[in-house]
C-alpha cells in the first residue's frame, strides 16, 4: 500500500509545472486531490487527463489566487469542511524573477512576497488547527536553491524563498512534539515554465526559458525523488543538478567567502 493512498493533498500552482506532476504521481498511487491555481480551465483540464489516466479518487478543483490574500480569507471561510480532510499541503505555487536590483519597481518585490510568501503562509495557517486537531498531517513546502543563498538577477526571488525557511523552520521547531510534519524542498533547474513566466524588472513576464532550465531535470523525476523523500521523512531536500545543488550547496555552507566570490563572478541565467 503506497504511502500517500486515501491521503487528501492540496497542492497549489497544481496546473502546469511541479504542481501538475504532484497531481500525476499522487493519482497514481492513489491519493485524493484538491488542485488550486489561478487558472480554473487549466486545472480541468489537468483533472481530465487524471481520469483518463484512470485516477479513481476524488478531485476537487478550488482555484485561487495567492497574491489576493482578501480573497483567500473568503475561500478558507467557505470551504472548511474540505480543508479539514487535509492531510497533505503542498505549498508550490509562485512565481520567479529575472532582474537586476538597480532596475526593478518595489511593485515586483511586493508581489513575489504577497505570492511566495505570504500567499503560502495563509494557505498554511488555514489548515495548521485542523492538523494539530489530528495530531497529524504534512507541509510540503517547495522553496529552491536561491532560497539557501542570494542569486543574482533574483533578488526577490530568493528573499521570498528564504522567508519561506525562516516561517517554516520555526513552525517545525514549535510542533516538534507533535505528529504534524515539514519538509522544506530546495530545487535546482527543473524542466518547467517557471524561467518563461518570471518577473522582469517592469513586471512583465520574461517570456523566453533560460537555457539552464531548458536543460534541467526532468520534473517527474523530481517529483519522484520529492515524494520518496517526503515518505521518509526527510525535512529538507535538494534536488536538482550536480552543479546548483551539490557543489553550490557545499561550497556556500562550508566556504561561504569563497562562495560569494563565486558568484557574484558567475553568470547566472
Not at 480573497?71 to 508550490?92: E, R, Y
Not at 511566495?116 to 498554511?124: H, M, P
Not at 557543489?247 to 555552507?253: E, L, N, T, W
Request: with cysteine.
Amino acid at each position: 500500500m503506497s504511502y500517500y493512498q486515501n491521503k487528501t493533498v492540496w497542492i497549489t500552482g497544481a496546473s502546469a509545472g511541479i504542481g501538475k506532476a504532484f497531481a500525476h504521481a499522487l493519482a497514481q498511487q492513489g491519493a485524493k486531490l484538491i488542485l488550486s491555481s489561478r487558472k480554473e480551465p487549466a486545472l480541468q483540464a489537468v483533472a481530465q487527463e487524471l481520469k483518463t489516466a484512470g485516477a479513481a479518487e476524488a478531485i476537487h478543483i478550488l482555484p485561487l489566487d495567492l497574491e489576493d490574500h482578501e480573497g483567500l480569507d473568503a475561500i478558507i471561510q467557505k470551504n472548511q469542511d474540505l480543508l479539514s480532510t487535509v492531510d497533505i499541503l503542498i505549498n508550490n505555487g509562485g512565481i520567479s524573477q529575472r532582474s537586476k536590483v538597480i532596475d526593478t519597481e518595489f511593485s515586483v518585490y511586493k508581489k513575489l512576497m504577497d505570492i511566495n510568501y505570504l500567499g503560502s503562509v495563509k494557505l498554511s495557517l488555514a489548515v495548521l488547527p485542523h492538523f494539530k486537531a489530528k495530531n497529524a498531517g504534512h507541509f510540503i513546502v517547495i522553496s529552491s536553491m536561491a532560497g539557501k543563498f542570494g542569486v543574482p538577477v533574483r533578488s526577490g526571488y530568493s528573499a521570498s524563498k528564504m522567508a519561506l525557511h525562516g516561517f517554516f523552520d520555526a513552525m517545525r521547531a514549535e510542533l516538534k512534539d507533535t505528529g504534524v510534519k515539514v519538509t522544506m524542498v530546495c530545487p535546482g533547474y527543473i524542466q518547467t515554465d517557471i524561467s518563461k513566466n518570471a518577473l522582469t524588472a517592469d513586471g512583465k513576464a520574461q517570456g523566453t526559458m533560460d537555457e539552464a532550465q531548458r536543460n534541467g531535470m526532468p520534473v517527474d523525476k523530481m517529483v519522484s525523488k520529492v515524494l520518496s523523500a517526503v515518505e521518509k521523512g526527510t525535512e529538507e531536500v535538494h534536488v536538482g543538478g550536480f552543479k546548483e545543488v551539490k557543489m553550490a550547496g557545499i561550497v556556500s555552507r562550508w566556504f561561504p567567502a569563497t562562495f560569494r566570490k563565486i558568484i557574484a563572478k558567475s553568470k547566472v541565467t
